[in-house]
């Protein structure tokens, strides 16, 4: 089962914006989501997340200041708005359901999070 797809990757000039948008299935709709990236040789790197109200997020320091993850509930859908993106910022973009995270102070390691998306390319060009 489908439980999380995101949309809105694509190739973008440097100092660009994006926004992602995730769809989480209902059963999931209350978990707390986090973005994560993945670029070719690396290790799949946290970017942002949220808990259900919204009350709760954390980014990472390479991005703060930069990206803004938010929340629709009534859409059942978590955004990620990117902007001033760099070259370093090309990645498949990832967003994942934190069905174990007792603490969102852990929020950013990934063994927490259960279901997971297919992925969007987010290309950066200089």
């Known amino acids: 089962q489908v439980r999380l797809v995101e949309s809105g990757g694509g190739l973008v000039q440097a100092g660009g914006s994006l926004r992602l948008a995730c769809a989480t299935s209902?059963?999931?709709?209350?978990?707390?989501v986090g973005w994560f990236r993945q670029a070719p040789g690396k290790e799949r790197e946290f970017v942002a997340a949220?808990?259900?109200?919204?009350?709760?997020?954390a980014d990472a320091d390479a991005v703060r200041g930069r990206f803004t993850i938010s929340r629709d509930n009534a859409k059942n859908t978590v955004y990620l708005q990117m902007n001033s993106l760099q070259p370093e910022d090309t990645a498949v973009y990832y967003c994942?359901?934190?069905?174990?995270?007792?603490?969102?102070?852990?929020?950013?390691?990934?063994?927490?999070?259960?279901?997971w998306g297919q992925g969007t390319q987010v290309t950066v060009s200089s």
């Open positions: 994942a359901a934190a069905g174990g995270l007792q603490s969102f102070a852990i929020a950013f390691d990934r063994q927490y999070y259960t279901y």
């Open positions: 949220i808990d259900y109200s919204s009350t709760h997020r």
């Open positions: 209902e059963d999931i709709r209350t978990y707390p």
